[in-house]
């Protein structure tokens, strides 16, 4: 029996975990194909998902985002935080924006965990115009 309850109670700790998004991801150029950063994405304290970069895997042109048009302006792209305001509605990270520190533009977006893949979707007028596939780094 406990090895039952036990049995139990790891698989729905592993439910559980398998919708989360916190934690650090590594991004893939769209160009390039190879990885291209590491984003740490963290619960805020009114229960918002942030994300923000914390290492550049390959050297960007400027290491500041000089194309950005809000308080991100010039801001130095370690420590950017490029994903704000997302909630959580079942399995899926809705309701904020992802900014694109290459071109300084900002868009709406959905997170989406398949195990250790992380869907995110630009969204432009409902439709998601952008998906790429971040990988879970441990």
Same mark, same amino acid.
């Given at each position: 029996m406990k090895k039952l309850l036990l049995t139990f109670a790891l698989s729905f700790i592993g !439910? /559980? $975990?398998?919708a989360q998004i916190e934690g650090k991801w590594k991004t893939i150029d769209d160009e390039t194909g190879k990885p291209k950063s590491i984003v740490e994405i963290s619960k805020d304290s009114k229960g918002k998902y942030n994300g923000k970069i914390v290492q550049l /895997?390959? #050297?960007?042109? @400027?290491? @500041?985002c000089v194309k950005c048009k809000d308080d991100? #302006?010039?801001k130095p792209l370690i420590g950017l935080e490029i994903i704000r305001g997302l909630s959580k509605d079942g399995n899926e990270f809705s309701g904020g924006t992802i900014t694109n520190p290459k071109d300084g #533009? $900002?868009? #709406?977006t959905e997170l989406v965990r398949e195990g250790? !893949? /992380?869907k995110v979707k630009a969204i432009v007028l409902g439709i998601a115009v952008k998906t790429q596939t971040w990988h879970k780094v441990n």
């Open positions: !439910v /559980l $975990s398998f /895997l390959i #050297k960007p042109e @400027n290491a @500041n991100r #302006k010039n #533009k $900002s868009y #709406k250790d !893949v /992380l």
